[in-house]
């Protein structure tokens, strides 16, 4: 009798313009990023193959630095992963690294904690070339107003506020170490890194900075809005096209390459 090969696990830092995808997951209607790497995967591996990730993003959200990991009997080099899944991946959706891994890591569960950008373009006119990257703004935007009500978001809170409605999570709960509001020219872009994200949660959040640095609310809205735990007490949600998953971090004993990309998703 043959013995089965023992499968081996392997993770991919995974970048990818969200532009034209219905979110991350796979779905009945409307192709998923999962969709697109899970058959280019197969196609290296020749057996089926599914992947789980770090995190799940929303119709249009990009991402940098997102992380997935998936079992196989295929032995592959490193290389081959990554240069064979990108000669069948779409030119929207791009491997930036391949490593095996344990079998206790966990691409999700793992993770210690994650970073996402939201990109917001603020001036006068609109761009025809970051429209799919960045939320126009119009009206200027007080960056310092923006931080002030930012700082009342940092640390383990109750984030109930800015849940969306559908979100599944267990517990509202999440340790926010950063939310960082800064502007070159005329881009203004807000930092969030957190040990997890409920859904629409740093759209939500954005969207209520934005209303503080139009001016309509003060700084300290952001933390009525927080204890409020109400999201119907809020800001609007902004538009998905300007957030981006830009890092995932896990334990250094996992040996990973470094999944964050520095250059800015925007033109």
Request: a positive charge.
């Amino acid at each position: 009798m043959v013995s089965k090969p023992t499968p081996m696990r392997v993770a991919l830092g995974i970048e990818y313009d969200g532009t034209g995808y219905v979110g991350w997951q796979r779905q009945k209607s409307g192709v998923g990023v999962q969709a697109v790497l899970e058959k280019a995967l197969e196609q290296i591996a020749n057996e089926r193959i599914a992947v789980v990730c770090a995190g799940r993003t929303d119709t249009g959200v990009h991402a940098t630095g997102q992380v997935v990991h998936f079992d196989t009997t295929a032995e592959r080099s490193d290389r081959s992963w990554l240069l064979g899944a990108n000669s069948k991946l779409p030119g929207d959706v791009n491997l930036t690294w391949a490593a095996p891994v344990s079998d206790d890591f966990h691409a999700r569960f793992s993770a210690v904690r994650r970073s996402y950008r939201y990109l917001i373009l603020n001036r006068s006119y609109r761009s025809a070339l970051s429209r799919h990257r960045a939320w126009w703004v119009y009206e200027p935007l007080e960056v310092r107003a923006m931080q002030e009500a930012a700082d009342h978001l940092v640390g383990k809170r109750d984030f109930s506020a800015f849940r969306a409605a559908g979100c599944q999570a267990s517990t509202p709960v999440r340790e926010m170490s950063e939310v960082r509001v800064e502007k070159e020219g005329h881009w203004i872009t807000i930092t969030v890194r957190a040990n997890a994200f409920l859904q629409h949660m740093v759209r939500n959040i954005t969207g209520t900075l934005v209303a503080i640095g139009r001016g309509d609310r003060g700084p300290e809205w952001a933390r009525t809005v927080l204890e409020s735990r109400d999201r119907t007490k809020g800001g609007i949600a902004a538009p998905p096209h300007g957030l981006t998953l830009v890092s995932v971090e896990y334990p250094a004993e996992f040996g990973l390459p470094q999944n964050s990309c520095t250059d800015e998703i925007r033109l």
